[in-house]
């Protein structure tokens, strides 16, 4: 599946189907983003996911940022483990738990390493254990590959960038200002990871995946893929569908901040990594950046509420902080 250059026109081109792909090149123009704010509206309506191309990150980056990630998680373990997450930190995950939040589900395969964007403003408190929340934790940088922390820096500031524009189409999808958002995410405390997806050398257990189905918490994804496959999406009523690989693009999904937002009208939909196919057990790496906004920013619906059941979760998660305490209180105890 690919997406055709748009140029400097007033429409914005979009391939179709369940996970659109959407080139972003036309949005220098007030035409191209109304054009573009109504395909993403579109998506978000529907399925919650949607790709982008034309984004303007920059090919170079993407790829050093991937081959990066790839030559940490080569590292020997002992390397690894040397910037392994502690109370208080964040850092390198040798296992990374089970992302259904299921305490008796079996773990996921793969490794991640996490890093916050206030990371490097925080240290690591005498009292490691009062650390809450993901945007309190000190990054822990690896010191092999020696451009890791300066790659992945840079990375995570164009992401914030994407986010930036992508947050404001959003507002002009929702019949807002363009800049609705803009003093909501002006403090955002997000947080990106690489999961690598390595071999397997052992049968997984009985419904074992490399990443269990889940939906994110915050205000949108932005996830850079490689080619490796894996990455489903639930489609109501019709089961899980593969969400394809286009080259240079990012695959967008909602969180559920951003459908609380709306009402209730956009969705933040299930979605997995299932194993590779019998006789394809190659390694895949993904990186998610997820969009959290400012830890005091009101939630509030922007829309009428679409039904009861939405109007008592958005009641219940007035700003991103108290959401996430809520949420880590239900899988963690």
């Known amino acids: 599946m690919s997406a055709t250059n748009s140029g400097a026109t007033d429409e914005v081109t979009v391939v179709g189907g369940y996970v659109p792909v959407i080139d972003l090149s036309g949005t220098n123009t007030p035409a191209g983003r109304g054009s573009a704010a109504r395909a993403i509206g579109a998506a978000c309506e529907t399925s919650g996911f949607f790709t982008v191309v034309g984004h303007g990150v920059a090919q170079e980056l993407i790829d050093r940022m991937y081959e990066t990630a790839r030559a940490f998680f080569e590292l020997p373990?002992?390397?690894?483990?040397?910037?392994?997450?502690?109370?208080?930190?964040?850092?390198?995950?040798?296992?990374?738990?089970?992302?259904?939040?299921?305490?008796?589900?079996?773990?996921?395969?793969?490794e991640v390493f996490v890093a916050s964007v206030r990371g490097d403003d925080n240290t690591v408190p005498g009292n490691a254990g009062a650390v809450t929340l993901p945007w309190?934790?000190?990054?822990?940088?690896?010191?092999?590959?020696?451009?890791?922390r300066a790659v992945w820096r840079e990375y995570t500031t164009a992401m914030e960038e994407l986010a930036t524009d992508l947050i404001r189409l959003f507002a002009l999808a929702l019949g807002l200002d363009e800049n609705y958002f803009d003093d909501k995410i002006d403090r955002q405390v997000s947080t990106i990871s690489a999961n690598y997806y390595y071999p397997l050398t052992i049968p997984p257990l009985p419904g074992q995946l490399r990443k269990g189905e889940h939906a994110d918490w915050g205000n949108m994804t932005i996830l850079y893929q490689d080619g490796g496959g894996g990455l489903q999406v639930e489609e109501k009523d019709r089961g899980w569908t593969d969400v394809p690989y286009t080259r240079g693009s990012f695959v967008v999904n909602l969180g559920d901040m951003m459908e609380f937002w709306s009402g209730?009208?956009?969705?933040?939909?299930?979605?997995?990594?299932?194993?590779?196919?019998?006789?394809?057990?190659?390694?895949?790496?993904?990186?998610?950046?997820?969009?959290?906004?400012?830890?005091?920013?009101?939630?509030?619906?922007?829309?009428?509420?679409?039904?009861?059941?939405?109007?008592?979760?958005?009641?219940?998660?007035?700003?991103?902080?108290?959401?996430?305490?809520?949420?880590?209180?239900?899988?963690?105890?």
Do not use: M
Not at 89 to 106: H, I, L, R, V
Not at 136 to 148: D, G, K, L, T, V
Not at 288 to 314: M, Q
């Open 264 to 333: 209730g009208r956009w969705v933040s939909t299930r979605h997995r990594v299932v194993l590779p196919a019998e006789g394809k057990n190659q390694t895949r790496i993904s990186i998610p950046f997820f969009h959290i906004p400012n830890p005091d920013a009101k939630i509030e619906p922007l829309l009428p509420v679409s039904d009861e059941a939405t109007g008592e979760r958005i009641r219940s998660a007035s700003t991103p902080a108290e959401w996430f305490r809520e949420r880590l209180a239900e899988v963690f105890g």
């Open 136 to 148: 309190e934790a000190a990054n822990q940088w690896p010191e092999a590959p020696e451009p890791f």
């Open 77 to 110: 373990a002992e390397e690894k483990a040397k910037v392994a997450v502690a109370p208080g930190t964040n850092g390198f995950y040798a296992e990374a738990g089970c992302s259904c939040g299921e305490e008796e589900a079996p773990l996921d395969l793969n």
